[in-house]
Each structure stands twice: as structure tokens, then as C-alpha cells.
Antibody, heavy 113, light 112 residues
């Protein structure tokens, strides 16, 4: 059974850095990609970036300068780091495996002082 | 970026009725390998999205065959036959043919 679970702080101060972890089970990171997608409250889905099975990464150009995705295959974890957070970054953050095949439950991140 | 336009933005249907949701893309979604990477997702209230259909017409694991997807190039449709109460939520189309992946704005299905 494939499971993805996001974890991280629920509250981040403006201008600070967000760090999230996606812990994956039942899905090999060396054979599958993992994407990060976010959803502001009451709004639609925005693809943020992906780490491919070979470890390469691609990012949404709108946030590329602030975003970094990495992984630890030994722990089956994927990491998201995004700096210079602003209130508009308040959203539910999801990780998804295998090209949207599997989704985590999401973690709500609020950017506020 | 490829723009995905979904219609209608919302609809209300009675149990047992059938509904269709349209998704149109600003570019053809046929990839160089000949496949079309258009997918349908359902986000039930308070839940994360779940993939229903991949590559236009292939049902995801455990998805009832009341759901079907059709279309080609730039024009796609999701049909739900015999709507059930559990089908309520927001339906999204998504494309992964072109970089970056993009989503439609969603269609909210309510049960009368």
C-alpha cells in the first residue's frame, strides 16, 4: 500500500524559510517521481516542483528562485525548502507520487507574524 | 504554460443522474510518444485529491466504472453515470504532457 505523509510547521513567519518533509512508503523513490503541489484556502491547485527518479529536479518558474527540493532515499523522504515566505504562500501543501498517482493528506502552512 | 479550462464551474445533480464535465487545453496534449497525459482528479470535502482517471480514459485502481473519460488533442470530458452521494467534491483536470504540469480551475459537484 502506497502512502505519502507530509510534515512540517503549521506556522511560519513572513520572510522566513519553510521546510517540509514527505515520508513515502510502498513506493520507490529511485523508480518514481515526487511532486509538491499547493492549494491556497478556497482556491485551486498549483504545481510547485518535482524530484525525478534519477534525483534531478524541476521547478515552477514562478517560484523557482525560492524553492529547493531534495531527497534522502535511505529514509524514503523528500524535502521541500522555500525561502522568503509571504502571506500569499499560505496554503495546504501536498506531496504526490508517480505523477499524481498517489497523494499525501497535506499539511496546512500559515504565513503570519 | 498550458491553460486548462474547465466547465461548468459548478453543478448540482440528483442521485442517479448522469453528468459531464468539460476540460479544454490551450495546446494539444499529445506527447511525442503518442500518448496523451490528461488526468482527472477528485477532491472530496476536506480531503486531498485522488486520481480517478489517467491518460484520458484509464480508470485508477478502485475507481468505479461509473466514471469514464473521453477526448483527444485539446478537448476532454469526464462523465459520471448514476451519480452517488460519495461523488460530491471538486473535480480537476490536469495535464502532464507539457512542462510545467497545470490544473484546471475545478468543477464543484453538489448533490441535490
Amino acid at each position: 500500500q502506497v502512502q505519502l505523509k507530509e510534515s512540517g510547521p503549521g506556522l511560519v513567519q513572513p520572510s522566513q524559510t519553510l521546510s517540509l518533509t514527505c515520508t513515502v512508503s510502498g513506493l520507490s523513490l529511485t523508480s518514481n517521481s515526487v511532486s509538491w503541489i499547493r492549494q491556497p484556502p478556497g482556491k485551486g491547485l498549483e504545481w510547485m516542483g518535482v524530484i525525478w527518479s534519477n534525483g534531478g529536479t524541476d521547478y515552477n518558474s514562478a517560484i523557482k528562485s525560492r524553492l529547493s527540493i531534495s531527497r534522502d532515499t535511505s529514509k524514503s523522504q523528500v524535502f521541500l525548502k522555500m525561502n522568503s515566505l509571504q502571506t500569499e504562500d499560505t496554503a495546504m501543501y501536498f506531496c504526490a507520487g508517480g505523477g499524481f498517482d498517489y497523494w499525501g493528506q497535506g499539511v496546512m502552512v500559515t504565513v503570519s507574524s | 504554460d498550458v491553460v486548462m479550462t474547465q466547465t461548468p464551474p459548478s453543478l448540482s445533480v440528483a442521485i442517479g443522474q448522469s453528468v459531464s464535465i468539460s476540460c479544454k487545453s490551450s495546446q494539444s496534449l499529445v506527447y511525442s510518444d503518442g500518448k496523451t497525459y490528461l488526468h482527472w482528479l477528485l477532491q472530496s470535502p476536506g480531503r486531498s485529491p485522488k486520481r480517478l482517471i489517467y491518460q484520458v480514459s484509464n480508470l485508477g485502481s478502485g475507481v468505479p466504472d461509473r466514471f469514464s473519460g473521453t477526448g483527444s488533442q485539446k478537448d476532454f470530458t469526464l462523465k459520471i453515470s448514476r451519480v452517488e452521494a460519495e461523488d460530491l467534491g471538486v473535480y480537476y483536470c490536469a495535464q502532464t504532457t507539457h512542462f510545467p504540469p497545470t490544473f484546471g480551475s475545478g468543477t464543484k459537484l453538489e448533490i441535490k
